[in-house]
């Protein structure tokens, strides 16, 4: 796929174009500096469907940027994941110096997988472990002294006063402490971004100009920077940390998921009609019960590390403090509608309606809820009555004014947000990809999500770009995304899941979504100004998922991986990720002593070398390259013998794709899959499977992130004449900064396409 260079630089409007001589574009755009610069980002738009539906003429927005401006295909990072790709393009560095080279990661001096976008942790609350003793005393000193003075002024009677004081020390003190010792925590949650590398907009900012950056991936915790405001898009958790956790209310015994690997929960009610009293289930009371059970058993192991949790659990259901803080809500129920009530307000739903959004209040206890209250956001779908009564609900995000760990930049641009548009999804992964793939929902369901979200976004586009006072605007939709990881199974008639019925009603979802992508820049292009540079990008692309390869099995058959016990089959699930509890679980039946190899994540395997990793067996030098090659070869050679196929395109090492990397914490190689493979659903969490190959039984039936970038590369457009034809995501940061005529940053990766 080649460029198709435009006839000159366009104006940001349908029409109208600025004619400059050939010979001397290159030198007056490497000097441009334009009043805005406008950066729509399209998560996983695909350049060979984007090239496919402009020829049919569904996307005559795009045709028309591409032939006044520039169109290329865009070489997405390798791996073409969606957090990689996104942080090199606010970076414009390299995966191994961003350290965002997949949706997980090893934690480090371990074996066990952490989500690579947030480094979750803790930090002191006031005092810490001396809040008792010096929020008493303080107490005891403030009133002791305010009394000792009031009474002395009022009775003259300095024994009296004195006496008094010392009866208001002793009580205020001692309620005070006691009040600190029940309801204040020694240390609250915390979490940082463990992305390098400063973005382009901050480099903007600090130049003077005024930026706004809308769910942009990685982002999160949302950066307070002066000229700045920023709404964090993927890395931002529901209430319960996850990613995203929708529940199920049923009143069908029956219902449940043998295989539950996208942390749905199923809650069951006790009838189908009249009052049923049932509970949101809210997040993890982390400060009152994980922290302290997580201190009982800090340095133990084994039976002593057992006992000592099942102690300090014990004590704490003792005293009543619960694991989790659900919040009670009613469902009342008849033959043809559901009203539910939570926190007192109620909405009445027929089926196949959803309601609007309830604001949840989460309990802690009084000191807490009257200094820094908890609020969430949910909303429900009536999905049937008959046979049994089942409700959806959503994952339970923030409120948009609840920021315990900030979601935009100042945080007081979420109260600025919810008036010019409401309520919103707080959720960094706003759309329910998870209902679907557990067959609790069908897909009308999710196309009705997707569009709800997508909308709510293009209203934030439409004012923000309406108001013009940004020199830098940065906005991602992801619902590109989305919809061809939920429908590739209805559009691709070679996939497993493949039903033809299905696919006559949702398979044009897929240009769909890409027909909206050509409205939503057409809108953008009748907004901006004459002097306004429009850059249209994507992360990545797309390809059929209909087999999954799992490594770890592979490396056992081969000899590269010992187990104890035979393989793991149990399975594990995002909430195992999320609710961690014992992380030991993982790899629980290797034989590190034996073992040269693991896989971990969308395609990463990691050498077991000596010095690095906890029961390394792999010298350092000549053993450790000798272990690589035998597995670039083997794995290069692998062929699927059901299809065929060779289901490993390439396999990287790791300095050959990365540079300037942190060699404890990078893979030592990167298996790129080949068309219609991916990493298997057990592979990426670190299990062992019985099989090598599988079909892909899963909705979640399209994806990129273990793909060879080459298959799937993004799509750039411009209405400004780029001077370059083969641009990677890194090179948009210098581009974008040029454009502004901001100074360039030096050590990036990324290279201007002006020159």
Request: glycine fraction near 10%.
């Given at each position: 796929?080649?460029?198709?260079?435009?006839?000159?630089?366009?104006?940001?409007?349908?029409?109208?174009?600025?004619?400059?001589?050939?010979?001397?574009?290159?030198?007056?755009?490497?000097?441009?500096?334009?009043?805005?610069?406008?950066?729509?980002?399209?998560?996983?738009?695909?350049?060979?469907?984007?090239?496919?539906?402009?020829?049919?003429?569904?996307?005559?927005?795009?045709?028309?940027?591409?032939?006044?401006?520039?169109?290329?295909?865009?070489?997405?990072?390798?791996?073409?994941?969606?957090?990689?790709?996104?942080?090199?393009?606010?970076?414009?560095?390299?995966?191994?110096?961003?350290?965002?080279?997949?949706?997980?990661?090893?934690?480090?001096?371990?074996?066990?997988?952490?989500?690579?976008?947030?480094?979750?942790?803790?930090?002191?609350?006031?005092?810490?472990?001396?809040?008792?003793?010096?929020?008493?005393?303080?107490?005891?000193?403030?009133?002791?002294?305010?009394?000792?003075?009031?009474?002395?002024?009022?009775?003259?009677?300095?024994?009296?006063?004195?006496?008094?004081?010392?009866?208001?020390?002793?009580?205020?003190?001692?309620?005070?402490?006691?009040?600190?010792?029940?309801?204040?925590?020694?240390?609250?949650?915390?979490?940082?971004?463990?992305?390098?590398?400063?973005?382009?907009?901050?480099?903007?900012?600090?130049?003077?100009?005024?930026?706004?950056?809308?769910?942009?991936?990685?982002?999160?915790?949302?950066?307070?920077?002066?000229?700045?405001?920023?709404?964090?898009?993927?890395?931002?958790?529901?209430?319960?940390?996850?990613?995203?956790?929708?529940?199920?209310?049923?009143?069908?015994?029956?219902?449940?998921?043998?295989?539950?690997?996208?942390?749905?929960?199923?809650?069951?009610?006790?009838?189908?009609?009249?009052?049923?009293?049932?509970?949101?289930?809210?997040?993890?009371?982390?400060?009152?019960?994980?922290?302290?059970?997580?201190?009982?058993?800090?340095?133990?192991?084994?039976?002593?590390?057992?006992?000592?949790?099942?102690?300090?659990?014990?004590?704490?259901?003792?005293?009543?403090?619960?694991?989790?803080?659900?919040?009670?809500?009613?469902?009342e129920a008849t033959d043809d509608q559901a009203t539910i009530d939570v926190a007192g307000v109620m909405q009445t739903l027929r089926v196949g309606e959803w309601s609007q959004w309830f604001v949840v209040p989460i309990r802690v206890n009084p000191i807490v809820d009257r200094l820094a209250g908890l609020r969430g956001i949910i909303r429900f779908?009536?999905?049937?009555?008959?046979?049994?009564?089942?409700?959806?609900?959503?994952?339970?995000?923030?409120?948009?004014?609840?920021?315990?760990?900030?979601?935009?930049?100042?945080?007081?641009?979420?109260?600025?947000?919810?008036?010019?548009?409401?309520?919103?999804?707080?959720?960094g992964w706003p759309i329910d990809t998870w209902s679907l793939p557990s067959g609790l929902t069908d897909e009308r369901h999710f196309v009705e999500d997707m569009e709800f979200t997508a909308e709510k976004q293009l209203q934030m586009m439409r004012r923000f770009l309406q108001k013009g006072d940004d020199r830098l605007y940065v906005q991602v939709?992801?619902?590109?995304?989305?919809?061809?990881?939920?429908?590739?199974?209805l559009f691709d008639p070679g996939h497993p899941l493949y039903d033809a019925r299905l696919a006559a009603q949702y398979a044009n979802e897929i240009p769909k979504s890409y027909e909206r992508m050509d409205r939503i820049v057409g809108e953008a292009r009748q907004t901006i100004g004459p002097r306004t540079a429009l850059i249209i990008c994507s992360?990545?692309?797309?390809?059929?998922?209909?087999?999954?390869?799992?490594?770890?099995?592979?490396?056992?058959?081969?000899?590269?991986?010992?187990?104890?016990?035979?393989?793991?089959?149990?399975?594990?699930?995002?909430?195992?990720?999320?609710?961690?509890?014992?992380?030991?679980?993982?790899?629980?039946?290797?034989?590190?002593?034996?073992?040269?190899?693991?896989?971990?994540?969308?395609?990463?395997?990691?050498?077991?070398?000596?010095?690095?990793?906890?029961?390394?067996?792999?010298?350092?030098?000549?053993?450790?390259?000798?272990?690589?090659?035998?597995?670039?070869?083997?794995?290069?050679?692998?062929?699927?013998?059901?299809?065929?196929?060779?289901?490993?395109?390439?396999?990287?090492?790791?300095?050959?794709?990365?540079?300037?990397?942190?060699?404890?914490?990078?893979?030592?190689?990167?298996?790129?899959?080949?068309?219609?493979?991916?990493?298997?659903?057990?592979?990426?969490?670190?299990?062992?499977?019985?099989?090598?190959?599988?079909?892909?039984?899963?909705?979640?039936?399209?994806?990129?992130?273990?793909?060879?970038?080459?298959?799937?590369?993004?799509?750039?457009?411009?209405?400004?004449?780029?001077?370059?034809?083969?641009?990677?995501?890194?090179?948009?940061?210098?581009?974008?900064?040029?454009?502004?005529?901001?100074?360039?940053?030096?050590?990036?990766?990324?290279?201007?396409?002006?020159?």
């Amino acid at each position: 796929m080649t460029s198709r260079p435009g006839r000159g630089l366009a104006s940001g409007r349908p029409g109208r174009v600025l004619w400059i001589g050939a010979a001397f574009l290159p030198i007056l755009l490497g000097a441009a500096s334009y009043d805005r610069v406008v950066i729509l980002g399209f998560d996983g738009a695909d350049a060979g469907l984007v090239e496919r539906y402009m020829a049919e003429g569904r996307l005559p927005q795009l045709k028309a940027l591409r032939d006044e401006g520039f169109y290329a295909p865009l070489r997405p990072t390798n791996p073409p994941q969606t957090p990689v790709s996104w942080a090199s393009f606010t970076t414009g560095l390299n995966p191994g110096r961003t350290e965002i080279f997949d949706f997980l990661r090893r934690t480090d001096g371990t074996y066990l997988p952490e989500f690579a976008m947030i480094k979750t942790g803790r930090k002191t609350l006031l005092f810490g472990a001396n809040n008792v003793a010096v929020l008493g005393s303080i107490a005891a000193i403030g009133l002791g002294l305010f009394v000792l003075v009031a009474v002395f002024v009022l009775l003259r009677r300095p024994g009296v006063a004195l006496l008094l004081a010392m009866v208001a020390a002793a009580s205020g003190g001692g309620g005070s402490a006691f009040l600190a010792a029940r309801y204040l925590p020694k240390e609250v949650p915390t979490a940082s971004n463990p992305r390098k590398g400063q973005p382009f907009w901050s480099a903007a900012a600090d130049a003077g100009l005024t930026t706004r950056v809308i769910n942009v991936p990685a982002t999160f915790p949302a950066e307070d920077h002066h000229n700045e405001s920023m709404l964090s898009g993927l890395g931002v958790p529901d209430m319960r940390g996850r990613i995203g956790s929708p529940s199920f209310y049923t009143s069908d015994p029956s219902l449940a998921l043998s295989d539950n690997q996208f942390s749905v929960e199923i809650v069951h009610l006790k009838s189908k009609r009249g009052t049923l009293d049932t509970a949101i289930l809210g997040p993890l009371n982390q400060p009152f019960y994980d922290f302290l059970v997580d201190d009982a058993v800090r340095g133990l192991e084994g039976q002593a590390r057992t006992a000592a949790r099942a102690e300090m659990e014990k004590k704490l259901q003792a005293r009543g403090v619960p694991r989790r803080l659900d919040v009670p809500f009613r469902i009342e129920a008849t033959d043809d509608q559901a009203t539910i009530d939570v926190a007192g307000v109620m909405q009445t739903l027929r089926v196949g309606e959803w309601s609007q959004w309830f604001v949840v209040p989460i309990r802690v206890n009084p000191i807490v809820d009257r200094l820094a209250g908890l609020r969430g956001i949910i909303r429900f779908k009536l999905l049937s009555l008959s046979p049994e009564l089942k409700l959806y609900a959503s994952p339970l995000n923030f409120h948009p004014e609840c920021q315990p760990v900030p979601f935009t930049g100042p945080t007081s641009f979420a109260r600025d947000l919810v008036q010019e548009f409401g309520l919103f999804k707080t959720l960094g992964w706003p759309i329910d990809t998870w209902s679907l793939p557990s067959g609790l929902t069908d897909e009308r369901h999710f196309v009705e999500d997707m569009e709800f979200t997508a909308e709510k976004q293009l209203q934030m586009m439409r004012r923000f770009l309406q108001k013009g006072d940004d020199r830098l605007y940065v906005q991602v939709f992801d619902f590109t995304d989305r919809v061809g990881h939920m429908l590739w199974r209805l559009f691709d008639p070679g996939h497993p899941l493949y039903d033809a019925r299905l696919a006559a009603q949702y398979a044009n979802e897929i240009p769909k979504s890409y027909e909206r992508m050509d409205r939503i820049v057409g809108e953008a292009r009748q907004t901006i100004g004459p002097r306004t540079a429009l850059i249209i990008c994507s992360d990545h692309g797309f390809a059929s998922f209909r087999r999954g390869v799992n490594y770890n099995t592979w490396l056992v058959k081969n000899g590269f991986m010992t187990l104890r016990q035979g393989s793991s089959t149990g399975g594990k699930t995002l909430e195992d990720l999320f609710d961690k509890g014992e992380l030991g679980e993982f790899f629980r039946y290797v034989d590190w002593s034996r073992t040269r190899a693991y896989a971990m994540g969308l395609g990463n395997i990691y050498i077991n070398l000596m010095g690095r990793e906890p029961q390394g067996s792999v010298v350092p030098g000549r053993d450790y390259d000798d272990v690589r090659t035998a597995l670039v070869q083997k794995l290069e050679a692998l062929v699927d013998p059901e299809t065929g196929e060779k289901p490993v395109q390439r396999v990287y090492r790791r300095e050959e794709i990365y540079s300037g990397y942190d060699p404890r914490i990078v893979p030592d190689l990167r298996a790129a899959n080949s068309r219609h493979y991916r990493i298997g659903w057990q592979t990426a969490l670190g299990e062992v499977p019985p099989k090598i190959f599988e079909d892909n039984l899963k909705a979640w039936s399209g994806d990129h992130c273990s793909n060879d970038p080459s298959l799937v590369p993004g799509v750039l457009f411009s209405n400004v004449r780029l001077a370059r034809a083969d641009p990677g995501i890194a090179d948009i940061y210098p581009t974008v900064l040029a454009l502004l005529g901001v100074p360039p940053v030096e050590g990036i990766d990324g290279r201007s396409l002006l020159r």
